[in-house]
């Protein structure tokens, strides 16, 4: 919304009419907005968002979630008590962690996460002093996910930690790679037979861009691939209003479903997320219309699908013109965009310009980053800050933008670049 996206019509009405419930009466709203208002309302204490909530959410919202599950997944079941409505996904991520982590020395849990990941992980890691496990995403092979270094990095985290939980992000942030299905089937079958706790990060789940790319959720995959994985592989999925089509990071709103957790665990997990009392309940209120969203027959669904499809179809063409872009400038190179919202271009940085990061005591991408903001003043945020291989630099830039914005901003980008190589080659 910073960036210009204008807000989905349906949703915001639906809060509105939650929060001044006298604008019920209102003909200026559509009916299929009021019904769903009086319907979180009903399940909120004297009828007001203002209440506090069960610390696992609403349950007409748990319900509508796991509604939504089940259609998303073509059917496979999903219980409302399995549901936690969370402050965004980020809640629902550092509770999970907390109730996973334990341990002393070579005993304490260790946590795997992909390089490039998204720094909450390794805040998160750090702030609870767990081990953090690096796996890295296959550059030469559009960030794909590979089992073998999964295997690797498991198998040299051992010598010194208790490698207890696999975090997965997909569609990925900042690479924006889309997991097919036989890789998630691979990851599961790593995590069913290494016995690890599977965190799969689906926030950009609406958004996929590229032909042939599909999400598929680590939940239903589970579930196809028999009772024997089912029954066992732990799994907690996170989604969110911040992302997709919605772009509502403001309301904090998130939910997480959480399958095979011994029913004592889920005692504390309930027990450690009714310290923080609730998440915030117009929050909750916008996420019950991200999974209950007005349906054909209802009078605002043309409207919304409108919309919906603009925003997406818009994000889908700017994530291939920042690919086209970026693989035109020399030096730099850019994978596929497959989904979210990031590109994240490899750059070549030359060794004087590497030389001169080091007198500055900086990371050579953090200097290139800082040249860039200071001589054109477009921010990006430098590859070192979520991770990379030894010896490559890249930087994370959103595709948020309007389209003729991008366009100019591009040529900002590549008019630097070709600078900073000419000064410093």
């Known amino acids: 919304h910073a960036m210009g996206q204008r807000p989905i019509t349906f949703l915001r009405q639906v809060v509105a009419l939650c929060t001044y419930p006298n604008l019920l009466d209102s003909p200026s709203f559509p009916e299929d907005a009021k019904k769903r208002a009086r319907r979180i309302l009903q399940g909120c204490g004297g009828n007001s968002l203002g209440s506090y909530t069960a610390s696992q959410g609403i349950n007409c919202i748990r319900e509508d979630v796991a509604s939504y599950i089940e259609r998303r997944d073509g059917g496979v079941p999903a219980d409302p008590d399995n549901i936690y409505l969370t402050t965004g996904a980020s809640d629902g991520i550092s509770a999970i962690l907390k109730i996973l982590i334990s341990g002393w020395g070579k005993s304490r849990t260790g ?30 092979n559009c960030w794909a996910l590979n089992v073998n270094e999964l295997r690797r990095a498991l ?21 924006g790679q889309v997991q097919n299905r036989k890789c998630i089937e691979d990851v599961i079958h790593f995590a069913w037979e290494e016995k690890l706790f599977l965190l799969a990060d689906e926030v950009y789940q609406d958004n996929v861009y590229s032909e042939g790319c599909q999400f598929h959720s680590f939940k239903k995959i589970l579930y196809e691939m028999g009772p024997e994985y089912y029954n066992n592989v732990e799994l ?15 309301y904090r709103g998130g939910y997480m479903e959480v399958i095979n957790l ?14 923080r009392l609730c998440p915030p309940v117009s929050g909750q209120a916008a996420m019950d219309i991200v999974v209950n969203p007005p349906v054909p027959g209802e009078e605002s669904y043309a409207q919304f699908i409108k919309e919906k499809e603009s ?53 050579p991408d953090m200097f290139y980053c800082m040249k ?11 590859g070192s800050g979520f991770g990379q291989r030894e010896g490559t630099y ?30 410093y080659a």
């Open 111 to 140: 946590v795997m996460i992909p390089i490039p990941q998204y720094p909450l992980y390794s805040a998160a890691i750090s702030e609870l002093d767990a081990i953090q496990v690096n796996y890295y995403l296959d550059e030469e």
């Open 155 to 175: 198998n040299e985290a051992k010598a010194y930690c208790n490698p207890k939980v696999l975090c997965i992000i997909n569609p990925g942030n900042p690479t």
């Open 394 to 423: 890249h930087f994370r830039m959103t595709i948020l933008p309007p389209v003729e914005k991008l366009k100019i901003l591009l040529e900002k980008v590549k008019d630097f670049h070709i600078k900073f190589l000419e000064k």
């Open 372 to 382: 860039l903001l200071e001589e054109t003043g477009i921010c990006v945020v430098p």
């Open 262 to 275: 011994h029913p004592e665990i889920k005692g504390q997990l309930v027990k450690l997320l009714s310290v």
């Open 236 to 250: 907690a999925s996170f989604h969110s209003t911040s992302k997709g089509y919605m772009g509502e990071c403001g």
């Open 311 to 363: 925003v997406l179809n818009n994000l889908a063409k700017k994530a291939k013109l920042t690919e086209d872009m970026f693989n035109k400038i020399p030096g730099v190179h850019c994978n596929p965009l497959q989904g979210a919202m990031y590109a994240f271009p490899r750059i070549f940085i030359p060794s004087k310009a590497i030389e001169e990061a080091k007198a500055h005591k900086m990371a």
